[in-house]
């Protein structure tokens, strides 16, 4: 088996007395997705900021362990005291865990031209000493990579110029260009056209071709099969079942059947 | 106000500190100056704004009086600057008690009308311009730090903030650079061009009424205005020259201000 990527074993995340995320236990391998599905409130957008160390003190991280590997070290920032753990996760974010926001729009700084947000994470790139590669050296050929047909003007623009499609594109250039060695990718296609939605998944794919990891979180299951190798569910804080994306369909707990069941009403069953 | 008004704008703002420059070079003596035979010489190709009741050039005094304002409007930029940024973009991001802590201590600052401070400092220490500039940027530091606390509490939560920070950004410079720098800086120059304009005006005043401020034989656009007004015969430039410059570089200061946007929408 090989080394994880992300491995959470028994996460625990409290707001007051009150417990967001209990038990969530996950594992991400180097060229896998696992998509971790879920009911709106779940808990699975706050279990993959804690993998970034961007869960707010309060609520905070009480419990469970956490390792982040890029192949040739593993760290465990949960298990280091505050300030060495503040320090961990600032040094692996972007670096080895890449975001991949939901609100694609809002994700982008408004003030700035995507071209300029594209050359500061290259900036951070090479702060960090990962390679670039010889075929890409400017922001517009990340721009291409994402699947812009145009990226000499895409760089001119700011985020308020773009549509949901492109701006949800910006954001994967951004995360390839950051070069992270895996990528939580929160909803990446919720709010798309069909189209849009088909484009951006068959680029996550090339992602996972590359070797890249991803942490694939949606609620749309008809995604899950064909995208994803693993499949995680949540329901309350806790994942209640993890198995083969192929066998999602096979799922036995409650809030899976619960999920299926909307689906199939929504559009008729998986593809 | 319109594009060409705010270039208007701008070009009075760039003649005022041209004339700061030249005066810091000029060496021009206002002792030295005194002519009484040239009293009253109105505007001619000799003496371009004319003279006043003592025989001095109004254009060079003109020019020398934008020391009155423009080094202690810098000053007084400095010392708000100082005050209101620091704490009013910490309070911003961090929240909390310590947004609670600062806003108590502008609310103590801003109880006092800035007029009141200002004559309250120079009570206490004198009517020197760097007196006046430092209480005029003590007064105006409220006004400025808690327009960032608001902006930065307003930008902080927001996604692209969060995206990165992702991205391995640190805290430090998502605050210098993203929230203060790229999202803040016309807010900032906006609160410093009032506060020139509320130092000109404020200067003017004081000198226009003695007793404070700069006094002559020094010029000043207030006293310029004070001593020369009224004087029957006299040249009119010598006080309509110095009112305009009021008017006008009041009028540029807060019309540039308003201009003053962000580019991008945030």
């Known amino acids: 088996m090989p080394e994880p990527l992300l491995e959470l074993v028994d996460l625990r995340i409290r707001a007051g007395t009150r417990d967001l995320v209990h038990r969530a236990s996950l594992r991400l391998e180097p060229g896998r997705i696992l998509a971790l599905v879920g009911a709106s409130g779940s808990g699975k957008t706050l279990t993959a900021r804690a993998c970034l160390g961007l869960v707010a003190p309060h609520p905070g991280v009480v419990g469970g362990s956490l390792s982040i590997g890029d192949g040739v070290t593993t760290w465990r920032p949960l298990a280091l005291p505050p300030k060495a753990r503040r320090a961990a996760f600032r040094s692996l974010r972007g670096r080895v865990v890449g975001w991949l926001p939901q609100e694609a729009r809002a994700s982008l700084d408004p003030l700035r031209t995507i071209g300029s947000q594209v050359r500061a994470v290259l900036s951070l790139r090479a702060r960090d000493r990962i390679a670039l590669p010889a075929d890409r050296p400017r922001p517009e050929d990340w721009l291409a990579a994402a699947g812009f047909s145009d990226p000499s003007r895409v760089v001119r623009r700011y985020a308020h110029e773009l549509s949901g499609g492109m701006a949800q594109r910006a954001c994967i250039a951004l995360a390839l260009a950051r070069g992270s060695r895996f990528l939580l990718a929160d909803e990446p296609t919720t709010g798309l056209d069909p189209t849009v939605q088909a484009a951006i998944l068959d680029q996550l794919g090339r992602l996972r071709e590359e070797g890249c990891g991803l942490l694939l979180i949606t609620h749309d299951l008809r995604i899950v099969p064909r995208h994803a190798d693993m499949v995680a569910v949540m329901d309350q804080g806790e994942v209640v079942e993890l198995l083969p994306a192929d066998r999602l369909s096979q799922a036995r707990s409650e809030p899976a059947q619960a999920l299926l069941q909307a689906t199939a009403r929504i559009a008729g069953g998986l593809l | ?266």
């Open chain 2, 1 to 266: 106000m319109s594009r060409l008004g705010a270039r208007l704008g701008q070009a009075v703002l760039l003649a005022v500190l041209l004339c700061w420059l030249l005066s810091l070079v000029s060496g021009y003596d206002v002792i030295a100056d005194v002519t009484p035979a040239r009293a009253g010489l109105h505007p001619s190709a000799q003496a371009l704004l004319g003279t006043d009741h003592m025989g001095r050039s109004v254009a060079w005094r003109l020019v020398t009086a934008s020391r009155a304002f423009v080094g202690p409007g810098l000053l007084a930029m400095a010392v708000a600057l100082a005050l209101g940024l620091p704490a009013g973009a910490l309070a911003g991001y961090l929240g909390g008690p310590v947004a609670g802590v600062v806003r108590y201590l502008w609310a103590v600052v801003s109880a006092v009308p800035r007029f009141v401070l200002v004559l309250l400092a120079c009570s206490i220490y004198g009517s020197e311009p760097h007196v006046l500039a430092v209480a005029a940027g003590l007064s105006f530091a409220p006004g400025l730090g808690e327009a960032l606390t608001t902006r930065i509490e307003a930008l902080r939560s927001r996604e692209f903030v969060l995206a990165t920070r992702a991205h391995g950004v640190s805290a430090a410079r998502t605050l210098a650079w993203h929230l203060l720098w790229l999202a803040c800086r016309a807010l900032i120059l906006r609160q410093l061009l009032y506060l020139l304009a509320f130092y000109l005006v404020l200067e003017t005043s004081l000198s226009y009424v003695g007793g404070f401020g700069i006094e002559e034989p020094q010029p000043s656009w207030g006293n310029m205005l004070a001593f020369e007004f009224g004087i029957h015969g006299g040249n009119p430039a010598a006080w309509a020259a110095p009112a305009l410059a009021i008017w006008l570089t009041v009028a540029a200061a807060i019309g540039v201000a308003s201009t003053l946007r962000e580019r991008g929408h945030a």
